[in-house]
């Protein structure tokens, strides 16, 4: 039988994690991922808070869901083979004012819904058992939650498929895409290569490269600049573990909040910016290119008139600090100013619908050859390894993906050419 080549586009947690699935199911591939950085996790993952979150958040039953709560046992019990170091620490969710309670106790109601084992609804006494200098009326206790550097997961894992014979490609960027026959042909910054299958995992350009691929789209990636301030080093003992305020249900963002990290030190934030860069960390970041698209993009418009002054609020913070400590004194009220030292930042790649609603859900698209992951926002790197199985899944389980035949991968029934929200729960074998 020839031997099938799989092409993934990306080598952040995803691309990696679904590179390190197939190469475990299917030695014979020719498998191989491209990175058109100088190193893998250089954007979305490497600037990842860290923390393995528990699943409380997500409504239950939705792909989400599924595959947060599945990946973060999945992730421990990769770290702990690996001796990737990680620690439960444990998280609060503390509800400041008395209208927070609903919300509150929706979240409570989640997360004993998606199985998440020792949730306590704590009083504000049994809050301050936990975190002497939070305040609040009511919070949650989730133990589950942990922390860990995810560029170590990513290093670890293009580490093991390099010694099962795949190939990770660094500075190769994809500049087009075209289809010759049943193969796909990759016109990249190294020269052109064939590939039976390609899997877009390019994660804050994934529309892009799922648009070279012809798919019709009814989203636009809009980047969103979270920034951090650090705890200084003798406030550290004021955050036993992570500390989060109750989010708002219409934004897709857990508001600011204390995160321990597992190389040490403690960070506050971070905030949601719209950026003007996709892959742009500072302030003055500014590419008139992204911003032309996503300003072009009528869903842009609609997300705006709805949440202007949301987006108001954020820009404000991110040039005041002081507005930026008061919105961090909601939970812990004894905070100050000289605490806090400017920290890092991430850019989130977040799908827009044309509807002008932020996509919530992870969400995929087919075209020929081509399986695209078009929207993997938080927790995507908890569960990195789920949905690398879901995707391998897909692959395994359709007669269009199998092994056998991933030559011939047609677009047809049951999945569209288009995107598609899967709400469903997803096979795990």
């Known amino acids: 039988m020839e ?21 475990t199911r299917f030695p014979g591939l020719n498998l ?3 990175e058109k950085e100088a190193s893998v ?13 528990s699943g409380i958040y997500y409504k239950p039953g939705s792909l989400k869901a599924t595959l947060c709560v599945g990946g973060a046992r999945r992730m421990i019990a990769f770290c702990t083979e690996h001796e990737i170091p990680f620690e439960r620490c444990g998280k609060l969710i503390v509800a400041t004012v008395q209208s927070e309670l609903p919300q509150l106790h929706e979240l409570y109601r989640r997360g004993i819904a998606n199985g998440l084992k020792g949730l306590r609804i704590l009083s504000s006494e049994e809050i301050q058992e936990i975190e002497p200098f939070v305040s609040g009326v009511s919070g949650i206790h989730v133990p589950e939650t942990a922390i860990v550097d995810f560029k170590r997961v990513a290093m670890k894992i293009a580490e093991l498929i390099t010694l099962a014979g795949g190939t990770i490609r660094l500075s190769t960027r994809v500049e087009a895409l075209r289809r010759a026959g049943n193969k796909t042909v990759l016109i990249t910054s190294a020269g052109e290569l064939e590939a039976d299958l390609v899997i877009n995992c390019a994660g804050l350009q994934s529309d892009r490269v799922s648009r070279m691929a012809g798919a019709q789209l009814d989203l636009q990636i809009v980047p969103f600049r979270g920034e951090y301030y650090d705890v200084v080093s003798e406030q550290h003992h004021r955050v036993r573990g992570l500390i989060y305020p109750v989010p708002d249900p219409n934004f897709p963002f857990l508001g600011v909040h204390f995160t321990r990290r597992i190389g040490g030190g403690v960070e506050a934030g971070p905030n949601a910016v719209l950026a003007l860069d996709r892959e742009g960390y500072s302030k003055l970041s500014f590419s008139a290119k992204d911003i032309s698209e996503y300003l072009s993009f009528f869903g842009f418009w609609k997300l705006a008139r709805k949440h202007w002054r949301m987006s108001l609020d954020e820009m404000y913070r991110s040039w005041s600090k002081p507005a930026f400590v008061r919105a ?3 939970l812990m ?10 920290g890092g930042t991430g850019v989130r790649a977040q799908a827009l619908a044309r509807d002008g609603k932020l996509i919530d859900d992870f969400a995929f698209a087919y075209t ?7 929207n993997v ?4 790197a908890t569960a ?3 949905i690398a199985n879901h995707i391998v899944d897909v692959i395994a389980t359709d007669e269009r993906y199998r092994p056998a035949v991933l030559a011939t991968v047609h677009c047809s029934s049951p999945f569209s050419c288009g995107i598609e929200e899967i709400e469903v729960p997803v096979l795990l074998g």
């Open 3 to 23: 031997r099938r080549s799989v092409v993934i586009v990306g080598a952040g947690i995803i691309g990696l994690a679904t590179a390190l699935e197939l190469s």
């Open 377 to 380: 926002p938080s927790p995507a």
């Open 384 to 386: 990195s390894f789920a």
């Open 41 to 53: 996790a250089s954007h979305q993952t490497g600037h990842n808070s860290g923390v393995i979150h």
């Open 32 to 34: 191989i991922v491209l």
């Open 333 to 342: 009220p004894t905070l100050a100013a000289a605490d806090l030292k400017p």
């Open 328 to 330: 961090l004194q909601r």
């Open 368 to 374: 020929d050859g081509m399986v695209h992951v078009c």
